[in-house]
Structure formats: structure tokens, C-alpha cells
């Protein structure tokens, strides 16, 4: 089972910030929390993940709270090429490459 | 740097036929994985591959298999196609195998289709 929750959508206007959020109460002291979007018929694709500090690149950042069991993607000026749906994902060190999926969150951008 | 590559993008088979599925990783990455997508079921890990063994596998039946090559290619195989096996197949490679702070990067997938 996923070891995330997040709502199963939300909208953003073109050139505002979409804050995605994600619970991961359960989240262990070695896992991370990863990001990935998928926009329709594309493989997912990495956007950022983290800690315990919060993150940032050149697609997002991401906000992980202190007590670790949640987290927020913030997408700082929303596209129309950001509509897709957006999984969070906690993974571990535990030798394996294995991602658990939930459901994701489809943000839908509107001009 | 090339993305990992899958081929073929799509495929259409018949029933009982069998199809191999061919994944390129990044270069320098040795960990592929593979992944089945249907609207159903979502995303699901098939297994996984780091130097040229398995190390971790889903919950699918043996018809599903995989091996890795020297070259860090990985191919998957199903035989004896079922309806059900109508998906998209993913590809994954990382550089730093199982340590959780390495990315995976994914293929776009090879489209399957079974009649």
C-alpha cells in the first residue's frame, strides 16, 4: 500500500503558484520524499525530493514540514505544461529501487 | 546525456503469443527497474535488476520475467498473453542502486496491446 495521502485533484491558474500537498505520517527517520509528475502517455518524471531540509531546483521546491509527516510541492508560476498528475512517493535505504505508487493528484492548470 | 529508452513504443499482439520489451538505462546507470501501468491497478513494480541480478520482485505471475545484460540493458519478457496484460510497460534506471537518495529516471514506456 502507498504510504501517502493526497488529494485526488486540484486546479491552479496559469502564473500562480500550485502548492501540492502530501501526508506521510508514517514516514521513517531514513526515508525520502520523492516527487514525480506524468503527464498522458509519458513515462513519470522526477521533479525533486528530500530529507529532512527543504529543496529547490529548477522545476520546484519542496516545503518538508519538522515532524517529517508532511510535505508540500510548490510549483512557484504554474504553465499550462504543468497539467499532469503529481505522485509523492517516501522511499527508503533499503536496497531495493522498488517505488510504491499511490494515486497521485491531477492538477489541472487553467489558463 | 540520452534518457533512458524503451522500445519498442508500441506493440500490438494476439493471445497466447509472447512479446519481449527492450529498456536502454542512462548511461553509467546499472539498477533498471520495470513498472506496469493500467487504468485499473495504477503504477506496479514488476522487479528490478542491479548488475545483471535480480534483486527484488513484484506480485506477478511467472509469465512475467526479466533479465540485465553486462551492458546494464535489460529486457522483460511475457509469454502466453493475456487481455489483462494491456498496459504500459516503464522502464526505470539509477545511478546509486537501493541507497534512496539516487533518482530514478523513467522511459516513456513501451504501449502494449493484446487482442
Known amino acids: 500500500d502507498a504510504k501517502t495521502t493526497q488529494p485526488t485533484s486540484m486546479d491552479c491558474a496559469e502564473g500562480r503558484a500550485a502548492n501540492l500537498p502530501c501526508n506521510h505520517s508514517?514516514?521513517?527517520?531514513?526515508?525520502?520524499v520523492y516527487w514525480y509528475r506524468q503527464i498522458h502517455s509519458q513515462g513519470p518524471q522526477y521533479i525533486i525530493h528530500?530529507?529532512?531540509n527543504n529543496e529547490t531546483n529548477e522545476m520546484a521546491s519542496l516545503i518538508i514540514t519538522e515532524d517529517r509527516k508532511s510535505s508540500t510541492l510548490i510549483l512557484p508560476h504554474a504553465t499550462l505544461r504543468d497539467t499532469a498528475v503529481y505522485y509523492c512517493?517516501?522511499?527508503?535505504?533499503?536496497?531495493?529501487?522498488?517505488?510504491?505508487f499511490g494515486t497521485g493528484t491531477r492538477l489541472q492548470v487553467f489558463p | 546525456k540520452a534518457g533512458v529508452t524503451q522500445t519498442p513504443r508500441y506493440l500490438i499482439k494476439t493471445r497466447g503469443q509472447q512479446v519481449t520489451l527492450s529498456c536502454s538505462p542512462i548511461?553509467?546507470?546499472?539498477?533498471v527497474s520495470w513498472y506496469q501501468q493500467t487504468p485499473g491497478q495504477g503504477l506496479q513494480f514488476l522487479f528490478e535488476y542491479f548488475s545483471e541480478t535480480q534483486r527484488n520482485k513484484g506480485n506477478f505471475p511467472g509469465r512475467f520475467s526479466g533479465r540485465q545484460f553486462s551492458n546494464s540493458r535489460s529486457e522483460m519478457n511475457v509469454s502466453t498473453l493475456e487481455l489483462g496484460d494491456s498496459a504500459l510497460y516503464l522502464c526505470a534506471s539509477s545511478l546509486q542502486s537501493g541507497t534512496g537518495s539516487s533518482p530514478l529516471h523513467f522511459g516513456n514506456g513501451t504501449r502494449l496491446t493484446v487482442t
Open positions: 548511461s553509467g546507470h546499472r539498477s
Open positions: 508514517t514516514i521513517s527517520g531514513n526515508e525520502y
Open positions: 528530500g530529507l529532512k
Open positions: 512517493i517516501v522511499r527508503g535505504s533499503y536496497n531495493t529501487d522498488k517505488l510504491i
